[in-house]
């Protein structure tokens, strides 16, 4: 290129860049809709985003809510859904860059709750709970809203279903039946390993223990954050001490257990980079998993892997925060109608017909109802096959044939039976930490599916974790965490 | 008042030429020069508000440097650097020998037909995405299934557990992406060489020069300009390690990390938990002033040497 042509380029490319600047500045300035609005003429439309694999008949069912919704509230819905997978990032980047959102779900393990209301994505709601939702305030249980307050204050309706989390040993029915196994003395990990033995010997092409690199054996502690070193022991609830939990004796003790079972060939020798499970439960060469179970759970397993399931509880029921949060909706912080998205909420929670038209789609399309409150698939519902536990109060969905007559009653039961974890209540602030965070999470991605699948011996990894650990920060977040325990006990 | 004259007066002279780069410019206006504003969240501690993205950026809380500590903060530091730093070199020296050599065979070979079968061949996996390339390289490397096991149970030796041996990654990423790369790079050599003057070669032939003289002394020649701006705007992102290779292919297995993460894994790792915006963006401007920079200084250093083929 000639000297001559390269003077134009630069005003030329200053001349560009500067009108795209105003006009990038120009167009912001967006029309402010006023609030009013909203009857069954002229109804407003909620952009709802959910989770879940996105369905066929969506706009289907969203045409029948919306006759139904713009009739008894004035209001409509646009739902969006976004796959498991990619609902978190895509969440991240679309509350950062302020697209127009009424209503979301969140979660602790999907787009977290907490931090998000922390960073301002979520509207807070107390005002508004009293004044347009008080119908959720009677329908769920108030240990839900109680134990998702951050820093006192709620940012979104959680779902009313299954309050504590409890773990179960599931087992392949058919594998037991054929070796007559029992597993009415089984809870702990050893308790286990004679089963195992049996199927290993006499079933080559079975994986006696099914487990992914998320797997982690059940150890006698509540996290600060979710598979991450900082913990208090569960029976701390006194002291609520923060310790590293991979430094304590259980740990390796029960990693040593695991890396016996890996090497006697229990686990797959690819569990350390597995993501799922899922085409072993698929093919049904499998004998042994652990899952979180609610009651009833052995007939939904059943039902969705097309052979029996039998579990039998492998810890005891605790109230989490994570698992208080499992699921929610939250109002964005930039909702241009909040009262209506609460009003909305409120009918979702409480709503009989609205609850299962989302949940189960339009009834003699998608399912048949067999009394009242008993329903059944038909055909078309694999085009509309929702996530029941993310849309809202579990307990109004129409039961399946298979279900006893005392579920939610026998759910009620099961929330009430649940111990409350140590640090329920307690939702730490990271933000003083952020760096050591970031850097911690680095060592912690590196070792802990190795050491928690029995992978690698932990006897020689284990210190090797805890001093990378060390040197990424981990102490100074660990006395954050304490003295925002401290603060926290003495607020009580 | 003149220069703006002059100014114009070009414009109309070349309005034909200006025309063309025109969707080129507005391309990069708006998704590399515009978004050049964002910069400023690497400094913020990002924090949404409800007025929308801007209102978000301007409310924020200043943080300085802060968000950049992360990057530098333990010994992992040192082990991302060596390896993105490293790895990229490798396949930039390699990518650049195997592709003109893959170019100046294929534009050797008599039989037109055969050559574009070889060139589609080997075209094919750079349009693969990262995922299926990993799952390719699992069905070599799985421990109990893998090929390459199976092969060495024929010589009677013992299985390896490949995802967990990390002496092994740097030759496999190092043979990946080459297989991955090298197709589109040489399409791209070759149609340099098919554009040379074919009356060169025929002088050179009648001056009794054989094929090897004629690659030596015409081909590699013609072909310096291009190696050295494609090279120069490769080191450029330098820094930049392609996520894919390095997170997908080895399945994320945390035994490799001392040989497979890098600055763009780090980054991610670190932060998916947290999604702290001003983090990331921190580190996108790290790789980003480090690769302006070595753009810079080895543009100068062709430009010392070489004046006719630096970039600018």
Redesign the interface.
């Known amino acids: 290129m000639s000297k001559?042509?390269k003077?134009?380029l630069m005003?030329?490319?200053l001349l560009?860049?500067a009108s795209?600047?105003l006009s990038?500045c120009g167009g912001?300035k967006?029309e402010s809709a006023g609030n009013g609005g909203g009857t069954a003429e002229k109804p407003v439309e909620l952009i709802w985003y959910t989770i879940g694999t996105p369905q066929k008949d969506v706009d289907k069912v969203e045409a029948e809510i919306n006759k139904y919704t713009a009739e008894k509230i004035g209001v409509t819905v646009d739902m969006k859904m976004i796959d498991f997978g990619d609902y978190?990032q895509k969440m991240?980047v679309m509350?950062?860059?302020?697209e127009p959102m009424d209503i979301l779900f969140t979660s602790s393990w999907a787009f977290?709750y907490v931090?998000n209301a922390r960073?301002?994505?979520f509207?807070e709601l107390d005002d508004l709970i009293e004044t347009h939702g008080q119908g959720i305030k009677d329908a769920i249980d108030p240990a839900f809203l109680e134990g998702s307050k951050v820093d006192g204050h709620n940012y979104a309706i959680p779902a009313n279903k299954e309050l504590p989390a409890q773990e179960a040993w599931r087992f392949n029915k058919n594998l037991l039946d054929k070796y007559n196994l029992d597993i009415s003395n089984v809870k702990s990990m050893e308790s286990l390993e004679p089963l195992l033995k049996t199927i290993k010997e006499n079933e080559p092409n079975v994986v006696p223990l099914a487990i992914s690199?998320d797997f982690g054996p059940l150890l006698p502690f509540d996290y600060i954050?979710e598979k991450m070193p900082m913990a208090v022991y569960l029976d701390d609830k006194d002291d609520l001490k923060v310790v590293n939990f991979l430094e304590m004796p259980e740990t390796m003790e029960t990693l040593k257990l695991m890396n016996k079972f890996y090497k006697a060939g229990y686990i797959?020798?690819?569990a350390?980079?597995t993501t799922s499970t899922q085409d072993l439960m698929t093919s049904g060469n499998w004998f042994a998993d652990r899952a979180a179970t609610q009651p009833f759970a052995d007939n939904l397993w059943s039902q969705s892997y097309g052979y029996p399931v039998v579990s039998t509880p492998a810890g005891d029921a605790n109230i989490f925060n994570w698992s208080v949060m499992g699921s929610m909706q939250a109002i964005s912080?930039?909702s241009k109608y909040p009262e209506k998205a609460m009003d909305f909420l409120n009918l979702l929670n409480t709503d009989v017909y609205l609850r299962n038209l989302v949940d189960s789609g339009i009834e003699g399309v998608h399912y048949k109802k067999l009394s009242e409150n008993v329903m059944e698939n038909l055909p078309e519902s694999k085009n509309y096959d929702m996530p029941t536990f993310a849309l809202g109060n579990v307990m109004l969905t129409y039961l399946n044939p298979e279900d006893p007559e005392n579920k939610w009653e026998e759910f009620k039961k099961f929330n009430e039976s649940g111990k409350p974890a140590p640090l329920l209540g307690f939702n730490f602030d990271?933000?003083k930490v952020?760096?050591?965070?970031?850097?911690v999470?680095?060592?912690k991605?590196?070792?802990?599916?190795?050491l928690m699948t029995g992978?690698?011996n932990p006897e020689e990894f284990l210190p090797k974790a805890n001093q990378k650990l060390k040197?990424?920060?981990l102490d100074k977040i660990i006395a954050e965490a304490q003295s925002q325990i401290d603060a926290w006990k003495a607020s009580k | 008042m003149r220069a703006i004259g002059q100014?114009f007066k070009?414009?109309m002279t070349?309005k034909a030429m200006?025309f063309m780069v025109l969707p080129g410019?507005?391309w990069f206006?708006?998704f590399s020069?515009?978004p050049m504003f964002g910069t400023i969240i690497a400094f913020k501690?990002?924090?949404?508000?409800?007025?929308?993205?801007?209102?978000?950026i301007v409310n924020s809380k200043w943080v300085g440097l802060?968000n950049f500590?992360?990057l530098f903060?333990?010994?992992?530091a040192y082990i991302i650097t060596r390896n993105t730093v490293l790895y990229n070199f490798v396949f930039i020296i390699l990518g650049l020998v195997l592709s003109v050599a893959l170019a100046i065979v294929l534009s050797e070979i008599v039989n037109k037909k055969l050559a574009k079968v070889y060139q589609t061949g080997m075209f094919l996996p750079y349009f693969l995405s990262w995922v299926i390339v990993g799952y390719f390289a699992f069905s070599f490397l799985?421990?109990?299934k893998g090929m390459l096991n199976q092969i060495l149970g024929w010589f009677g030796m013992e299985p390896v557990?490949w995802?967990?041996e990390a002496k092994y990654w740097p030759i496999f990423l190092t043979l990946i992406s080459l297989w991955k790369s090298v197709g589109y790079n040489s399409v791209v050599y070759l149609a340099a060489i098919m554009g040379i003057d074919k009356s060169l070669y025929e002088a050179a032939m009648i001056d009794g020069a054989n094929k090897w003289q004629q690659i030596k002394a015409i081909t590699l020649p013609m072909l310096k300009p291009l190696m050295t701006i494609l090279t120069l705007l490769a080191i450029g992102k330098i820094f930049y390690a392609d996520f894919g290779l390095f997170y997908q292919v080895p399945?994320?297995?945390?035994?490799l990390?001392s040989v497979t993460?890098v600055i763009d894994t780090?980054v991610y790792?670190?932060?998916?938990?947290?999604?702290?915006?001003g983090?990331s963006t921190a580190a996108g401007l790290y790789q980003s002033v480090v690769g302006f920079i070595l753009v810079m200084v080895s543009n100068y250093i062709v430009r010392k040497y070489d004046k006719e083929n630096a970039l600018f």
Not at chain 1, 95 to 98: I, Q, R, V
Not at chain 2, 45 to 56: C, M, P
Not at chain 2, 73 to 76: A, C, G, K, M, Y
Not at chain 2, 251 to 255: A, F, H, I, L, V
Request: without cysteine; charged residues 20%; glycine residues 6%.
């Open positions: 001559s042509k003077k134009w005003p030329l490319t560009l860049s795209m600047l990038a912001n967006e978190n991240q509350a950062a860059s302020g977290d931090q960073k301002g994505a509207m690199k954050i797959s020798p690819e350390a980079t912080a930039n990271p933000s952020s760096t050591e965070l970031a850097a999470n680095n060592v991605e590196e070792f802990w599916a190795p992978t690698v040197a990424a920060g | 100014f070009n414009l070349n200006l410019t507005l206006l708006l020069y515009l501690e990002y924090r949404f508000s409800r007025d929308g993205f801007w209102a978000s802060q500590k992360f903060s333990t010994n992992d799985s421990m109990d557990q995802y967990s399945r994320d297995s945390g035994t990390y993460n780090y790792r670190g932060l998916k938990t947290t999604g702290e915006i983090m």
